[in-house]
Nanobody, 122 residues
């Protein structure tokens, strides 16, 4: 089970940090990802990180502004979001990746959190 938190209302240029805690532990998945879905749009990949190693993956739209990190001891993944823009407004979901392949491919994720709403005002 995944529990995402940290969403809210922020002005453009501001920051938020999302957290996602997994009760399953790090052994139930290869890594974690953050996705988002804006009103009227399809869900899209935001960022991903394996539980081991040093790799991280980002959508082009968030590179340089968002940072994904993990705390294996706490079974938690974070998404630090800086320089937020109105187009970042969406429901953000964390997900557990259980199969090998691209972190950008949401079909490789089997565990999904309930989502947390991020609203960026202009």
């Amino acid at each position: 089970q995944l529990q995402a938190s940290g969403g809210g209302l922020v002005q453009a240029g501001g920051s938020l940090r999302l957290s996602c805690a997994t009760s399953e532990g790090t052994g139930s998945s290869i890594g974690m990802g953050w996705f988002r879905q804006a009103p009227g749009k399809e869900r899209e990949f935001v960022a991903g990180v394996p539980w081991g190693g040093y790799s991280t993956f980002y959508a082009d739209s968030v590179k340089g502004r968002f940072t994904i990190s993990r705390d294996n001891a706490r079974n938690t993944v974070y998404l630090q979001m800086n320089s937020l823009k109105p187009e970042d407004t969406a429901v953000y979901y964390c997900a557990g990746k259980t199969r090998r392949g691209s972190y950008y491919d949401e079909t490789l994720y089997d565990y999904w959190g309930q989502g947390t709403l991020v609203t960026v005002s202009s």
